[in-house]
T-cell receptor, first 113, second 113 residues
Framework: QQQVKQSPQSLIVQKGGISIINCAYE??????FPWYQQFPGKGPALLIA?????SEKKEGRFTISFNKSAKQFSLHIMDSQPGDSATYFC????????????FGTGTRLKVLA | ETGVTQTPRHLVMGMTNKKSLKCEQH?????MYWYKQSAKKPLELMFV???????ENNSVPSRFSPECPNSSHLFLHLHTLQPEDSALYLC????????????FGPGTRLTVT
């Protein structure tokens, strides 16, 4: 069954702390793993994405770590800021249908000032 | 207007009403999508259009009827909805089908009473 399991459902972090959101998948055919950020009243926006040929990708304070053997990937937000407070969705895209993202259930992040 | 716009932003309708959601993309994209976003559930892909032709109908009940008159506009016609249809309906577009980033609109918050 194609699904992506995301945890935690919600997360509270102090300003300057590290936020970590985890996702796990079952289908080994997935080959593209994007993370989306959604602010209240807005649609999701692509934040960062990784392919399984690398184990880590960093863009500014945002890092994706990818463990192919464990079929897990995670988003790390370093030096978390109140402006990072949003809902984060992981997703996976199967090789055969590249627009058919399988989304996680989302993590609501709140960064305290 | 830039990006992907959706109207109305909020809609309350009775189960016997007929209403339509509108999406417009100002990005010159060829593919457009409708998603349903419910609390604590993954985003659900409903319909996909490429160059005004429907290429995906993801087992969506017939009370939802999409229309794509041109590559910039997408509608979702609603009739005899159920309370469980209450959700945020997101429109997205991408350059083409395949491996292209999807740009989301802000969504229409639908409440069925």
């Amino acid at each position: 069954q194609q699904q992506v399991k995301q945890s935690p459902q919600s997360l509270i972090v102090q300003k300057g702390g590290i936020s970590i959101i985890n996702c796990a998948y079952e289908n080994t055919a997935f080959d593209y793993f994007p993370w989306y950020q959604q602010f209240p009243g807005k649609g999701p926006a692509l934040l960062i994405a990784i392919r399984p040929d690398v184990s880590e990708k960093k863009e500014g304070r945002f890092t994706i770590s990818f463990n192919k053997s464990a079929k897990q990937f995670s988003l790390h937000i370093m030096d978390s800021q109140p402006g990072d407070s949003a809902t984060y969705f992981c997703a996976a895209s199967p090789t055969s249908g590249t627009y058919k993202y399988i989304f996680g259930t989302g993590t609501r992040l709140k960064v305290l000032a | 207007e830039t990006g992907v716009t959706q109207t109305p932003r909020h809609l309350v309708m009775g189960m016997t009403n007929k209403k339509s959601l509108k999406c417009e993309q100002h990005l010159g994209h060829n593919a457009m999508y409708w998603y349903k976003q419910s609390a604590k559930k993954p985003l659900e892909l409903m319909f996909v259009y490429s160059l005004e032709e429907r290429v995906e109908n993801n087992s969506v009940p017939s009370r939802f009827s999409p229309e794509c008159p041109n590559s910039s506009h997408l509608f979702l016609h609603l009739h005899t909805l159920q309370p469980e249809d209450s959700a945020l309906y997101l429109c997205a577009s991408s350059q083409d089908l395949g491996f292209y980033e999807q740009y989301f609109g802000p969504g229409t918050r639908l409440t069925v009473t």
